[in-house]
């Protein structure tokens, strides 16, 4: 009898225990997959922030540029106009009209570029460095597969971004003679930025600047790979690997 | 009296449209047939139209269909429809993608109207019209077979007759002055000038230009 009561005893205690260990096993689950979703958000509001930081600086420049170009010529044609007609100059008036023109043309090709709406993402990344080939001593070589033009339009966007980014990177602190651009598909597009310049030193670079910050967020955007490599004197690699 | 050059404008500023048609309107080889809004507007009014326009001024930026898409639809169901494009896009690679999918000509919006006028009745006689800027803009060694390569010219070899017509053609000559200059017939010419538009892959005498320069029978 009182075996039979001790087993019974025993065996309640086993359940009790084996109960409190599924509870535990299972809150230790719970807790680890929450501490993996919140470094999950963490990132997230962390790249949203890299992303709104970038935004703002756009935004401001822009905001610079209607205001001191667009605008300050528009003043310059009201001036103009207010003059006793017979000393209203058209020359004038029409020059600052075609210069305000000009202004508010390039902000809405920097906004969004008419080839790569029209035409896609290889023609306005050759039309890019037809750019920069054009108003700088760098030379651009240049080599890019047919079949970047078959990604979504908002990944060709975002890569079209990356590589512009990478451009004014190299071209405000870089000092490179020459820029290679290569995209290979294979199963995987490959996109290769590579300049001559003068590379940075990760070591001693304390944090990534804006415009990486923009690269890094946008390839997670796309989503993409991105690897940057570089060392002093060799010159500065960003690269995308993106699935197809 | 020659007949007057039939225009249609397609813009979606209606002052814009009025003011232009008006401009165009004083010169009297010109007769403006009709106005769009937007491409889809455009593309519908020449479906139903008794009667087609010889060229129209495009404006590139539209709401509902854009002037890119509306170029290929009128190419592809109009291909006797000339199209002088409105854009300040003045790039290699754009220009050239834009001539193959049908552009004859480019005006900037802010051209004087006298130049319009110039370019719609060049475009009319000559079949297109590259200014100064755009000549330029089509020397750049830049991308240039990339930019090409795009328009997918073959590589059928052109006769020596056939090269001296394209330099003509793209000395801006008329078919009557390249006649002239040859001894030989208006049909002779325009002959030739099928051939080349056949050999080349051109869907128009702009496209041929194009080709000249690139394969360097014609230097600027």
Same mark, same amino acid.
């Not at chain 1, 006793?84 to 020059?95: L, R, V, Y």
């Not at chain 2, 020659?2 to 008006?22: H, N, S, T, V, Y």
């Not at chain 2, 006769?159 to 017509?165: A, G, L, Q, T, V």
């Not at chain 2, 000395?171 to 080349?200: C, M, P, W, Y």
């Given at each position: 009898?009182? &075996? ?24 230790? &689950?719970?807790?680890? %997959? ?14 949203? /922030? ?6 703002? =600086? %756009? ?43 000009? &202004? ?26 037809? =750019? ?23 990944? $060709? ?22 820029? $290679? ?38 390839? /997670?955007? &796309?989503?993409?790979?991105? /690897? ?14 993106? =699935?197809? | ?14 002052? @814009? ?20 809004? *937007?491409?889809?507007? !455009?593309?519908? +009014? ?12 495009? #404006?590139?930026? +539209? ?33 050239? *993608? ?19 006028? #110039? ?10 019209? @590259? ?62 000038? *099928? *051939? !080349? ?10 496209? !041929? ?12």
């Amino acid at each position: 009898m009182e &075996i039979v009561l001790y087993s019974i005893g025993f065996s309640l205690f086993l359940a009790a225990l084996l109960v409190v260990a599924t509870i535990y096993s299972k809150n230790t &689950i719970v807790k680890t %997959e929450l501490a993996k979703k919140q470094l999950e958000v963490d990132h997230q509001k962390e790249l949203v /922030e890299q992303l709104i930081e970038v935004q703002e =600086e %756009e935004r401001s420049r822009i905001a610079r540029e209607l205001h001191d170009g667009v605008n300050a010529k528009l003043a310059t044609v009201l001036l103009f106009a207010a003059q006793p007609s017979e000393k209203i100059d058209p020359t004038s008036i029409s020059n600052s009209i075609k210069e305000a023109m000009a &202004i508010s043309r390039r902000i809405s090709y920097d906004l969004l570029p008419p080839t790569l709406e029209s035409f896609g993402l290889k023609g306005a990344l050759f039309e890019l460095f037809e =750019e920069i080939e054009e108003k700088s001593d760098i030379s651009i070589d240049i080599e890019l597969d047919d079949q970047i033009d078959e990604i979504p339009s908002n990944k $060709q966007l975002h890569i079209y971004r990356i590589v512009q980014e990478s451009l004014q990177n190299t071209i405000k602190y870089a000092e490179a003679t020459s820029i $290679q651009l290569t995209a290979i598909y294979n199963n995987q597009l490959i996109l290769i930025y590579q300049d001559n310049g003068k590379g940075m030193d990760f070591n001693t670079t304390a944090q990534l600047g804006l415009g990486l910050k923009n690269i890094a967020a946008r390839s /997670e955007m &796309i989503p993409a790979i991105h /690897e940057f490599n570089s060392a002093p004197g060799k010159g500065f690699q960003t690269k995308l690997t993106i =699935e197809l | 009296m020659i007949d007057p050059i039939k225009l249609i404008i397609a813009d979606d500023e209606e002052l @814009f449209r009025k003011g232009m048609a008006q401009l165009v309107s004083e010169h009297p080889q010109i007769n403006v047939i009709g106005e769009a809004a *937007n491409g889809e507007i !455009l593309v519908k +009014m020449l479906r139903a139209a008794e009667e087609l326009p010889d060229i129209i001024l495009l #404006d590139l930026k +539209m709401p509902e269909m854009d002037g890119v898409q509306a170029t290929k639809i009128i190419k592809k169901e109009f291909p006797d429809i000339r199209i002088v494009v409105l854009t300040s896009h003045y790039t290699k690679i754009f220009i050239v *993608n834009m001539v193959h999918i049908g552009a004859s000509a480019f005006q900037r919006k802010d051209t004087s109207p006298a130049g319009i006028i #110039d370019c719609i009745i060049e475009v009319h006689s000559k079949g297109y019209h @590259f200014d100064h800027e755009i000549m330029k803009v089509l020397q750049k060694s830049f991308a240039s077979g990339e930019a090409i390569r795009k328009t997918k010219f073959n590589d059928t070899p052109l006769s020596d007759r056939e090269k001296e017509i394209l330099r003509l053609i793209c000395e801006q000559k008329k078919t009557s002055e390249i006649a002239e200059e040859l001894f030989i017939s208006t049909r002779t010419v325009d002959g030739h000038r *099928n *051939n !080349l538009l056949l050999k080349t892959e051109s869907k128009n005498v702009a496209g !041929l230009v194009l080709y000249a320069i690139d394969k360097g029978i014609y230097l600027i």
